[in-house]
C-alpha cells in the first residue's frame, strides 16, 4: 500500500516547478488552473483551442511526474483519446526546460 503524499511536499514542488517553466502559454495556464479556471474559460483567455490545451496539460503532467509528484486523477480512457482530432498549433510545443 502506498503511502499519501504530504500536501506541505506537494505544495513546495509544484512551486519550484512553475518557478521554474521558461514559456509564458505553460506558465499562464498552470496559474489559471490554480486561480480555478475551467478547460473552458482557459482556452477562451489563452486564444488556443482544445488540442493544444490537451498537449501542455500532458506536458505538465509529464514533468510534474518527473518532479516527484504523485498523480492523483484517473487515467484518460480508451474512448477519449480515440476522439481526439488532429493537433494544431500549440505555442508551447517543443518547448524545452533547458532554456
Known amino acids: 500500500m502506498k503511502r499519501r503524499q504530504?500536501?506541505?511536499?506537494?505544495?513546495?514542488?509544484?512551486?519550484?516547478?512553475?518557478?521554474?517553466?521558461r514559456d509564458d502559454t505553460t506558465r499562464m495556464?498552470?496559474?489559471?488552473?490554480?486561480?480555478?479556471?475551467?478547460?473552458?474559460?482557459?482556452?477562451?483567455t489563452l486564444r488556443i483551442g482544445k488540442p493544444c490545451l490537451k498537449q501542455i496539460k500532458d506536458q505538465l503532467a509529464f514533468d510534474l511526474l518527473k518532479a516527484g509528484i504523485q498523480n492523483t486523477e484517473q487515467p484518460i480512457s480508451a474512448q477519449e483519446?480515440?476522439?481526439?482530432?488532429?493537433?494544431?498549433?500549440?505555442?508551447?510545443?517543443?518547448?524545452?526546460?533547458?532554456a
Open 29 to 44: 495556464v498552470c496559474f489559471l488552473y490554480i486561480k480555478g479556471y475551467k478547460d473552458g474559460e482557459i482556452r477562451r
Open 81 to 98: 483519446r480515440r476522439s481526439e482530432s488532429e493537433p494544431e498549433y500549440c505555442p508551447a510545443e517543443n518547448v524545452s526546460d533547458s
Open 6 to 21: 504530504n500536501n506541505g511536499r506537494r505544495y513546495q514542488i509544484v512551486r519550484e516547478f512553475v518557478k521554474n517553466i
